[in-house]
């Protein structure tokens, strides 16, 4: 059994691109749910990076600062919903990623200073909905790149729908067709 993390930046209790990313949870069967917006996830600071720095060059990942990193790195498929706000996703969803790209964890580096990916997910699923038109480039290109490039996670898929403060669409009609034509 596949364990599948969804990562839930979304903030609103009658959130669109949480209704998209249920959809999706539904066809992949039992989650573990992370809702950013009630955990304690906070910036790097000074003191915060030197605490993790001095963990890592120690090899010591007991504390309790990599819980979301080996949480992230153990999952089989990862989902993270997303809405698209201000031509990118939530703040809190760059916070979470400072907070989980651990060296020794998510990634380590080649002796030539390449990235290598030591995450088990086979697959991420970007969730997200648009009040106008989605421009990948601004945000899922982003976590694109971070999880084929650093995370070594294989294949990224978006889930989008788009176009839904348009006043003269469907904005209904245009998520439930989105979540009807949601493929794994």
């Not at 809405?83 to 969803?93: E, G, N, R, T, V």
């Not at 907070?99 to 990634?107: D, K």
Request: charged fraction near 30%; proline fraction near 3%.
């Amino acid at each position: 059994m596949s364990k599948v993390l969804h990562i839930n930046c979304c903030p609103r209790k009658e959130s669109r691109t949480k209704r998209l990313a249920d959809a999706l949870l539904k066809k992949l069967g039992n989650y573990e749910e992370l809702k950013l917006y009630q955990e304690k996830i906070l910036p790097l600071n000074e003191e915060r990076l030197e605490h993790r720095t001095a963990l890592i060059e120690k090899g010591n990942y007991d504390d309790e600062c990599f819980k979301y990193a080996e949480q992230f790195a153990d999952a089989d498929i990862i989902v993270i919903s997303a809405p698209f706000w201000d031509l990118s996703f939530p703040a809190i969803l760059k916070v979470y990623i400072e907070n989980i790209y651990i060296t020794g964890i998510v990634s380590r580096y080649s002796d030539d200073g390449s990235p290598l990916g030591l995450c088990k997910a086979k697959k991420l699923y970007f969730v997200t909905t648009a009040g106008g038109s989605f421009d990948e480039r601004f945000g899922y290109d982003y976590i694109k790149a971070l999880a084929l490039e650093y995370f070594g996670i294989k294949e990224v898929a978006l889930i989008k729908a788009e176009m839904l403060d348009i006043d003269e669409n469907d904005s209904e009609a245009i998520l439930l067709n989105a979540m009807k034509n949601i493929c794994l």
